[in-house]
């Protein structure tokens, strides 16, 4: 069975000064995580460290590079799903944690549950001896300064989504040479948004699923239209239909924008090593790689590729 890694960086309007940086970024990850799989090692274990490699990367809003909600502060949402089993972990609105999807997957490993939101979440990974680090240096100089210049809810995300410039979450999927599948997502959330705010990244169903049946998903784009229409779940629905990966996805972002007026994208990969990169924004930063290559893309239709470094 052919082991494949997709990831993504976010659906959004990309700013130039930021495309470079951004495909960078999603090659790196999807590196990362497809070395796990040459290693034997599980789907899990490839998106748990592709998604791990995203959040330590500050040019993306997951993790390092967080953006800040309507007080300031830092609050996190992941999770991860086992398409073999259909276990999952999550958690939403933590702070001090660098890597909430592993957060995410203690969770489903080591607990009865499913989600952990906010103090509980921070409670059970203190529990665990996990390791934290000061929120402050989860932020960088310029969300500082975003913050700042758009204080109020109202004003920040509608702007911000308004130039669908708020889609920043990342997100992996992969299939290991067992044919098992797996899905992580990862989000800083909303600039601005309420306190307490949960969007679509941590919720199963939406943000993201796998089952070996199918295949596997994370999505990203506007997290409040996402959860309306359950667009992974969706996508998976299509493909049980017998569509193909891309005419699903591109079904299901359709129906989300001609129904709630949301942007956004998904990525897809199927149990037999097939892969989708989809979205309906200006751009969207993915990489993956299969037994072909290194394949990446930034712009609507791109689809460069380059020969995996030895």
Not at 235 to 244: M, Y
Request: hydrophobic fraction near 45%; charged fraction near 20%; charge should be negative.
């Amino acid at each position: 069975m052919p082991a494949v890694l997709v990831v993504h960086g976010g659906a959004w309007a990309i700013p130039d000064e930021l495309a470079a940086a951004s495909v960078d970024g999603v090659k790196v990850a999807a590196r990362d995580g497809f070395s796990v799989l040459q290693r034997g090692g599980s789907a899990l274990d490839a998106v748990e460290a592709a998604v791990r490699a995203l959040e330590d990367n500050t040019v993306f809003d997951a993790g390092h590079g967080a953006v800040l909600n309507a007080e300031g502060e830092v609050e996190l949402d992941a999770i991860i799903m086992d398409g073999r089993t259909l276990a999952s972990g999550a958690v939403s609105s933590v702070k001090n944690i660098a890597n909430p999807v592993s957060l995410a997957r203690a969770v489903m490993e080591e607990t009865a549950h499913v989600i952990l939101t906010s103090r509980g979440a921070n409670l059970f990974a203190e529990s665990i001896g996990m390791a934290t680090v000061p929120t402050d240096t989860l932020v960088t100089e310029n969300e500082r300064r975003e913050w700042k210049r758009n204080k109020n809810y109202v004003t920040g995300v509608m702007e911000d989504f308004n130039s669908q410039l708020a889609h920043d979450t990342v997100g992996a999927v992969a299939v290991d040479s067992d044919g098992n599948v797996a899905c992580a997502t990862s989000t800083g959330g909303i600039r601005n948004k309420m306190v307490g705010r949960v969007g679509d990244s941590p919720i199963i169903g939406s943000g993201g699923y796998a089952d070996n049946l199918i295949g596997a998903v994370s999505c990203t784009g506007h997290g409040e239209s996402i959860l309306k229409v359950t667009l992974a779940r969706l996508i998976l629905f299509h493909i049980e239909q017998g569509k193909s990966l891309a005419d699903s996805s591109r079904l299901s972002l359709q129906y989300m924008g001609d129904r709630v007026r949301g942007a956004g994208g998904a990525i897809v990969v199927s149990p037999s090593g097939k892969w989708a990169a989809t979205f309906t924004t200006e751009r969207m930063a993915w990489a993956a790689v299969d037994h072909d290559g290194l394949w990446y893309g930034l712009n609507p239709k791109e689809r460069l590729k380059e020969k995996l470094s030895q």
